[in-house]
């Protein structure tokens, strides 16, 4: 009988660890929502700042990111001007708390500063984003906008390929 009772709960421990460890593992790395083909590589987080730097496997700069907002608060987007730049378009845009947006980059590189509720906030602790780094986009479609600025992780993706990119994997 005792020896029973501690073959039980071995068993419970070990099925509560895992339901624990699991779900935490998950979500340390983020890719568990991504879609196939969308790569956690193109960018990287510095003084708050998410700096989209395409990797890609061809020659083509143009690539596509998916951002996805993690936070309880609506994150706002803006370029952050490089102090070389005299211009240079402000790319701005709102996704909601869960929603996830569609971003075309046709450029070597570009600073985008995070802010909720009007206080600039940490992008890292905000967003999770892959890029389609085998993405191809036609001639017609290239250029640096928003595809879908707020909406689900289908309509994302479904803007993308409504849009005429090829969204390889």
């Known amino acids: 009988m005792n020896f029973m009772r501690v073959y039980y709960l071995k068993i419970l421990f070990f099925c509560l660890i895992s339901t624990w460890i699991s779900p935490s593992i998950a979500a340390k790395t983020g890719e568990q929502h991504f879609p196939s083909g969308c790569r956690m590589v193109g960018y990287e987080f510095k003084n708050n700042l998410l700096l989209l730097k395409p990797d890609s496997e061809t020659e083509e700069v143009s690539t596509l990111y998916l951002i996805h ?63 389609y780094n085998r993405a191809k986009f036609a001639e017609h479609n290239q250029g640096t906008y928003w595809i879908l600025k707020n909406g689900t992780r289908y ?14 994997w």
């Open 69 to 131: 907002n993690i936070s309880p608060d609506a994150i706002s987007f803006a370029v952050e001007k490089l102090p070389t730049q005299s211009f240079s378009p402000s790319y701005k845009n709102t996704i909601n708390p869960n929603h996830w947006a569609a971003f075309a980059l046709n450029q070597p590189f570009l600073q985008l500063k995070c802010h909720a509720n009007g206080i600039s906030v940490n992008c890292e602790n905000v967003i999770n984003l892959c890029q």
């Open 155 to 168: 309509q994302a993706i479904r803007g993308a390929i409504d849009n005429g990119i090829l969204l390889r």
